[in-house]
């Protein structure tokens, strides 16, 4: 059975860092792309970057570029989020997904606060 699991999220004021964890089982996972997405309150999921199966490729949405860096260790079978320069509007649920032999798979998400 496929599960993620997040952790590493928290309270942290402006300008802090976090570094959150995805760790999978189930499956052998290197074959395969995953991403994190993330839900503020009353918004859609939205894409935060996605990192290729060996990690060789990224990709990041315009509002974390620079700050957020995706990163895996397959031997693990954990992906990491390096969230940088935080800000209020980064305040969400962060969530770890792969698509894995046509079905999709979520984790139950790690809170992301950026507060003073």
């Known amino acids: 059975q496929v599960q993620l699991v997040e952790s590493g999220g928290g309270l942290v004021q402006p300008g802090g860092s976090l570094r959150l964890s995805c760790a999978a089982s189930?499956?052998?996972?290197?074959?395969?792309?995953m991403s994190w997405y993330r839900q503020a309150p009353g918004k859609e999921r939205e894409l935060v970057a996605t990192i290729t199966n060996a990690g060789g490729s990224t990709i990041y949405a315009d509002s974390v570029k620079g700050r957020f860096t995706v990163s895996r260790d397959n031997a693990k079978n954990t992906m990491y989020l390096q969230m940088n320069g935080l800000k209020p509007e980064d305040t969400a649920v962060y969530y770890c997904y792969v698509l894995l032999r046509f079905h999709s798979y979520w984790g139950q998400g790690t809170q992301v606060t950026v507060s003073t």
């Open positions: 189930g499956s052998t996972f290197s074959n395969y792309a």
